[in-house]
């Protein structure tokens, strides 16, 4: 099979992680075409748009979406998840009502089989989405 240039390219940005260290600040909207990996904060009113997953490595206060373009396997991913929404794909889930008792645990949102939005601990996700790791190698 071959494909064209521009299909090459289309596949390769949507399977790409965009890394931005910065912070989203209210009326701030970052949007990217594949995975998005922020270094900083969402502060409440910022928004955070991707084809793909999303991961914060920090604190995520605004709005989360992931999987814009109907991706049901997208993951949004936070050191700090405590948003004022979450959105992936056409799913859409307020903040949680839970606060974590013990330390700072990093959190996780992905759509289960039946079709809800559920957060669990990122340990989790290693079983919830085995293919999410794009890392091949080993001992």
Do not use: W
């Amino acid at each position: 099979n071959v494909m064209t240039k521009d299909e090459a390219l289309k596949l390769k940005q949507e399977s790409e992680v965009t890394t931005v260290a910065k912070i989203i600040r209210s009326g701030q909207v970052l949007k990217v075409t594949g995975d998005l990996l922020l270094i900083g904060d969402v502060n409440p009113g910022g928004t955070v748009i991707a084809a793909g997953n999303i991961f914060v490595l920090g604190a995520l206060r605004g709005i989360a979406h992931a999987g814009v373009d109907g991706n049901q396997d997208a993951i949004i991913a936070a050191s700090s998840m405590k948003p004022a929404q979450l959105r992936i794909s056409q799913i859409i889930n307020r903040a949680p009502d839970h606060t974590l008792k013990e330390g700072n645990e990093m959190e996780c949102a992905y759509i289960n089989t039946d079709g809800e939005m559920i957060i669990e601990r990122l340990q989790q996700l290693t079983h919830l989405r085995p293919n999410l790791t794009r890392f091949e190698g080993g001992i």
